[in-house]
């Protein structure tokens, strides 16, 4: 059998020809998937060493005299944005999405393979235009990763008067064109390329995340899309969509008339789906990694997708949670709390029901389930801590404070960290054929998951002291004692260690390539798709000849009557022994 | 099993260090003790759910161990344990979400028999305007702002001439008397925040918002700017003071009024203080996001561009009004051009400068 044959089925495929059509201006999803992963995990240590130079200044103020006021700003401004859009929605969607969608569905590619590859290269050039930013004069802007007018692009803020917010600007569009293109894959995948007997409610519940997540996408980025252009035009041509009169630097600004919080409302319209957007595919991870290292059945699948729903629904009604002492009007503070709270319901549904999973099950504590268990005890911290700020009264005196800071990192950036480590782990064997490194792996588990608690977990509590986040130094506050600078200097040691750690999961990688144990096709002994493909690794094509054919749902383990303790998708009733 | 010792430490941790933390409210010191029986509500429940879960994870973890050649159970759906457990959080969401609403309606219903105060925030100073005798406070414009009118008041309106003005970020309030806070902003986003009060609300330039609290304890306190507004946004530091009627009533009349402030003649302090130099460039040696003023007339200052300059009238009047073309070495090019200050306003400032290397 001919893996690269151009047609299957009658079906013409995308053929590869040579090194460059294979491995770099490939069509395959497979390549394009780990394409997206290697430049968001390139990126994403370029935030976490942005993060480390923060925490340097906050833990030892002065230490390093290139810290100035202004970089610090442009720190944080970079690190926040690189997390948040070039790293973790790249790297869930573009990265797992791409990889898992056509394999778990049983198809041999994305709907469009051209367009998902152009997605690629438009993301690429989105990271290129970001990185610009570092190399203009007066460096990138460190206008705060929410980008508000009017001082993001006035004076007085870092690259406000410079290149770097236009980069900025522009780099946001240029990959939500590139999102545009990939989204538009994903969805049109799932809802036409779906092999025989994949019924949506049998699909993994994986792929019922990703394709939420990538709808959420296309319907907010558009918001944040339309809020980047006004911004540009409001710093190049002076029309004034977000800038009121302004009086600066002595004299009376060429604006008038625009709307600050304007830009708020269209920033958060996005902001908050693209919480969702990240949370929705770790929630997809946990799911498959708990049910197949726990060896058990998902409790409740209906439930789950109702529930995942009933979020990607919600999500769309919660932004203004964002700005409860923003200045808007006071009044739709009731009914921005009350769709808050509300969206726990499904959420706390979709924690029990992985709970639930766990029990009178065979829980295997492998590398991906210990990473699934500490993602369940951080989630559950850092959305409960969420209830504390969704409810308006009790933000007041809590917004903008460190307590945001902890909250926000223990549910968006650890959590989500906690899952696609997992998911690595786990997906790892499929992609290379070889597993990774147990005790390193281990290793890197325990520091990742201790060392993130220590520094995130203290913050919350000089939120309640009031020590107001965004602060380069805190030296001339009398309220804020002596402690909260060693309490700083601890969670920077803490922050250098856990820094450090990530190395080994990147040593591990590369090295595993080459060294780590033959996977054997199946090592987790999972029921979706993408384990049962003829060839491990999955070649060109992912199926040979014939397409799988699916008879039952993702997570049949411990069916009663069977010899084994899973039963595969693709395996017919008749052929379970 | 490393797991689960590790994992009960941390949630056993997590419930303990809430009696123990070094770190908690900072004292109260107005009306909105409520808000913080909203949070220690929220911390209670959220708190019952955090233990009950972790804990029913850990105990899994410990019974249900893989055993070679055993099957977990096949249960894929239980309607009716589902149904309690959404019942049971909507109870709990309710028990949140009811107390947080009714707190919030106190905290945007405005009194009506309330002292008025006008806080302005500019990048990085806090100044602050009482109504004055009248009653009234007169209009402004975002048009009118000027290094003189720095509160952008319409000269030609009567309702303004007895408006005081505080400028040099230190308001004082009267104690256990309601006060309501018009914000307005000239520049950016700043926003209004007291740790005692727990009150908080941005000011936003072109539009009004309003807070409200009652202080009930003497004392100072810090305003510490809680919304990013730019490099020097940690240093937009301002006071309160809580003061007895009668303190209050003797410093308010101590301040100037707007007619009182347009026929005053330059003064230096009083400029860089309105314009709000000082929130970069200390005047007691310390060093800021700009250099201190304070003995530094005179000296030699090296520049990044590598040349070095005497620190005279001629550098700081450029410094002033071209900021970029000599930025001393060692600090970010932040600072924004004052091109339009008057030559009189500018050897005020000098001048000014001059008084602090004496």
Redesign the interface.
């Known amino acids: 059998m001919d893996q690269n044959s151009a047609t299957y089925e009658g079906q013409k495929m995308y053929d590869p020809k040579g090194w460059w059509d294979t491995y770099v201006f490939s069509q395959d999803h497979k390549v394009i998937a780990l394409q997206y992963v290697c430049v968001a995990l390139a990126i994403g240590l370029t935030g976490m060493f942005l993060s480390l130079l923060m925490r340097m200044q906050l833990g030892f103020p002065g230490l390093f ?1 290139s810290i ?4 610090y ?1 442009q720190d944080v401004t970079m690190h926040g944005m690189i997390m948040v859009i070039y790293l973790l929605t790249a790297l869930f969607l573009g990265g797992f999405g791409n990889y898992l969608i056509p394999l778990m569905l049983g198809c041999r590619d994305m709907a469009f393979p051209f367009v998902n590859m152009l997605s690629f290269w438009m993301y690429f050039l989105s990271v290129i235009i970001l990185v610009a930013s570092f190399f203009v004069e ?1 460096g990138p802007t ?3 990763w929410t980008l ?1 007018p ?2 993001s692009i ?5 690259g ?1 008067d410079g290149a770097g917010i236009i980069l900025m600007l522009a780099s946001l569009a240029v990959f939500i064109i590139a999102f545009t293109m990939g989204g538009l894959n994903y969805i049109t995948t799932v809802l036409q390329s779906r092999a025989k007997g994949m019924t949506l409610m049998r699909m993994p519940l994986i792929i019922w995340c990703i394709f939420l997540a990538t709808f959420l996408g296309l319907l907010a980025f558009p918001a944040l899309l339309v809020g980047a252009i006004m911004l540009i035009f409001d710093r190049v041509l002076e029309t004034s969509f977000f800038m ?9 600004l060429d604006y ?6 304007l830009f708020q409302h269209l920033f958060w319209f996005f902001g908050h789906p693209e919480v969702y957007i990240i949370a929705l595919p770790a929630f997809g991870i946990i799911s498959e990694l708990i049910s197949v290292h ?10 789950m997708v109702w529930a995942l729903i009933a979020i990607a629904g919600i999500a769309f009604i919660v932004w203004a949670h964002h700005m409860y ?3 808007m009007n ?2 739709l ?2 009914f921005f ?2 769709t808050t ?2 969206i ?2 499904p959420t ?2 979709k ?3 992985w ?2 999973t ?8 492998t590398v991906p389930m ?1 990473y699934c ?2 993602f ?2 951080t989630f ?2 850092g959305g ?2 969420g ?2 700020l969704g ?4 933000d ?6 460190y307590f945001v800071v902890g909250h926000f990192h223990m549910v968006m950036a650890v959590s989500p960290v906690l899952a696609l480590y997992g998911g690595l782990y786990h997906w790892y064997p499929s992609v290379t054929g070889r597993m990774l490194n147990d005790t390193l792996g281990k290793i890197h588990f ?1 520091i990742t ?2 060392g993130t ?1 220590l520094i995130y ?2 913050m919350h ?2 939120g ?3 020590v ?1 986040r ?5 030296e ?4 804020i004692p002596q ?2 600078a060693d ?1 700083n200097q601890f969670i920077t040691i803490c922050a250098l260690i856990v820094g450090l750690a990530q190395f080994i999961l990147l040593y591990n990688f590369i090295v595993s390539l080459k060294k780590g144990a033959i996977a054997s096709k199946n090592p987790w002994g999972a029921c979706t798709l993408e384990w049962q493909a003829l060839e491990s690794p999955p070649g060109h094509g992912n199926w040979g000849e014939q397409l799988p054919v699916v008879y039952r ?1 993702p ?1 049949e ?4 009557g069977a010899t084994a ?1 899973f039963v595969p998708q693709n395996v017919p009733d008749e052929k379970i022994t | 099993m490393a ?1 689960v010792i ?2 009960a430490i ?2 056993i941790g ?1 419930v303990l ?1 809430n009696f123990v ?6 004292p109260l010191a107005s009306n ?1 003790g409520f ?2 029986t ?2 220690l509500i ?1 911390l209670v ?2 708190g019952i ?2 233990v009950l ?2 804990a ?2 850990l105990y ?2 410990v019974k ?4 070679e050649g ?9 309607a009716a ?2 149904l309690k ?2 019942i049971i ?2 109870i709990g ?1 309710i028990a ?2 009811a ?10 219903e405005l009194p009506t028999d309330a002292l008025e105060v006008e806080g302005v925030g ?2 990085w100073v806090w100044s602050y305007r009482f109504p004055g005798e009248d009653g009234v406070y007169g209009n402004t ?3 009118l ?3 003189k009118n720095t509160f ?1 008041l319409d000269p030609d309106d009567p309702y303004g001439q007895d408006d005081i003005l505080i400028r040099g970020g230190e308001v004082h309030l009267p104690i256990n008397n309601k006060v309501v806070f018009q ?1 307005r902003s ?4 700043h ?1 209004f ?1 007291v ?2 009060f ?10 009004q ?2 807070l409200w609290f009652e202080p009930t304890v003497l004392g100072t ?2 305003v ?12 937009m ?1 301002g006071t309160v003071v809580v003061d007895t009627q009668e303190d209050f009533n003797k410093w308010l009349a101590e301040q100037p009024t707007f007619a009182e402030t347009m026929n005053e003649g330059a003064n230096g302090e009083q400029i860089v203080q309105t ?1 709000g130099c000082v929130a970069c460039h200390s005047i007691d040696g310390s060093d800021g ?1 700009g250099p201190t003023w304070r003995d530094t007339y005179g000296t030699n200052r090296a520049l990044a561009s590598g040349e070095t300059v005497v620190i005279d009238d001629d550098y700081i009047k450029t410094s002033i009004v071209n900021p970029m073309s000599q930025i001393a070495e ?5 600072m ?6 008057s030559d009189e306003e500018l050897t005020a400032i000098t001048d000014y400068i001059k008084t602090l290397s004496e």
């Not at chain 1, 100035?68 to 970089?71: E, F, K, N």
């Not at chain 2, 000239?186 to 986003?189: C, P, S």
């Not at chain 2, 727990?198 to 539009?207: E, I, S, T």
């Not at chain 2, 510490?224 to 940690?234: I, K, L, P, R, S």
Request: hydrophobic letters at 40%.
């Open positions: 005299e100035d006021a202004g970089s700003y007066s460190g206008a705060g508000y009017p001082q006035l004076e007085g803020t870092p406000g009121p009169e302004i009086f600066k630097g002595g004299e009376v008038g008339g625009g709307s600050p919080v726990a060896r058990k059945n998902i409790f409740g699948y209906n439930m002492v923003a200045g006071p009044y503070g009731f709390a009350t709270l509300i726990a319901v706390a549904i924690v029990y029901n709970v639930l766990l029990w009178n099950a065979n829980i295997k504590m210990l268990l500490a369940l005890v559950l911290n409960l801590t209830l504390f409810n308006v009264a009790v007041v005196p809590l917004s903008d404070t325990w998951f201790i608690y977990f203290p509590y000089i309640f002291l009031g107001p965004r602060y380069y130094s805190n001339q506050y009398d309220f402690s909260v309490l749902w997570y383990y411990g069916l009663p303790d | 797991f590790v994992t941390i949630v997590t260090w933390s070094p770190w908690w409210f900072s909105w808000l913080d909203t949070i929220s429940i959220t759910a955090f879960i972790s029913f994870i899994c973890v249900f161990p893989y055993r055993h099957k977990s159970e096949y249960e894929p759906e239980n344990l589902e457990l959404t959080t909507t969401v949140l979400l107390p947080g609403l009714y707190a919030w309606k106190l905290y945007v500019q990048q414009s975002g048009r702002f000027s290094s952008g914000l000239k520049d950016v986003l926003d925040y740790p005692q727990r009150a908080k609300m941005d000011l936003v330039p072109g539009q918002s309003n306190y810090e510490a700017c809680a919304e990013y507004c730019g490099t020097g946004h940690y240093a530091r314009l996001i060692g600090y970010a090019p932040v924004p051009a004052y091109a339009t200050l």
